[in-house]
């Protein structure tokens, strides 16, 4: 079966500092891997996805990942924090359906 | 263009009274699909329609029933809700189910059963 799991549920960090979100999967197949954002009150956006090719995912608001597989890791980072990345990160694995991680609380600190 | 749009954006329902969900896109998409997501917790996969039929059910109870009038439209009908069903009801769509595909998701109803 396939699965994500998120280490940390809530990562702080300062404006201007990296951002580290940490995804680690589990998988028999080659992993379809996503990240989402959720603001508060708010729907899923996708942030980036992972299919075959390129391991290093450039995604949208200057976050990317990178597959390693043989950590089986797709962590999602940020060179420099934004007030505006504040919000829930989810980590998600698909095969014929997709499943989420627990999902991550970025704060950022003034 | 890549909008899911679902009304109401609120609900608030008594445990006897009968209401529905809508989503819609306009993207072109086969494969639509609703979760419920509890506060602090992970979107949940409750039904999945590919091509307008029902594919996936994950043992949803009765008082949950997904309609798909056509490739465009999702319901989501609600009936006898018990307080634990407040949630928030994610829908989403892709081009096709499963794999590679990437889901784009509405804003969401937010629900309460009182």
């Known amino acids: 079966a396939q699965s994500v799991t998120q280490l940390g549920s809530h990562v702080s960090v300062s404006e201007g500092a990296l951002v580290l979100l940490r995804c680690n999967y589990s998988?028999?197949?080659?992993?379809?891997l996503f990240w989402y954002v959720q603001y508060p009150n708010q729907g899923l956006q996708l942030l980036l996805k992972y299919t075959t090719g390129a391991t290093l995912v450039k995604g949208i608001n200057g976050f990317e990942a990178e597959f390693k597989k043989s950590e089986t890791s797709f962590h999602l980072t940020k060179p420099s924090a934004h007030m505006s990345d504040a919000a829930e990160y989810f980590c998600?694995?698909?095969?014929?359906?997709?499943?989420f991680g627990a999902g991550t609380r970025l704060t950022v600190k003034p | 263009d890549t909008e899911v749009t679902q009304t109401p954006k609120h609900l608030v329902m008594g445990m006897t009274n009968k209401k529905s969900l809508k989503c819609e896109q306009h993207?072109?998409?086969?494969?639509m699909y609703w979760y419920k997501q509890k506060a602090k917790k992970p979107p949940e996969l409750m039904f999945v329609y590919s091509y307008e039929k029902l594919s996936i059910n994950e043992s949803v109870p009765s008082r949950f029933s997904p309609e798909c009038p056509n490739s465009s439209l999702l319901n989501l009908h609600l009936h006898a809700l018990q307080p634990e069903d407040s949630a928030l009801y994610l829908c989403?769509?892709?081009?096709?189910?499963?794999?590679?595909?990437?889901?784009?998701f509405g804003p969401g109803t937010r629900l309460l059963v009182l």
């Open positions: 998600a694995v698909s095969f014929n359906d997709m499943r």
């Open positions: 989403a769509s892709s081009e096709r189910s499963g794999g590679t595909e990437t889901q784009y």
């Open positions: 998988s028999s197949v080659p992993p379809y």
């Open positions: 993207m072109g998409h086969r494969a």
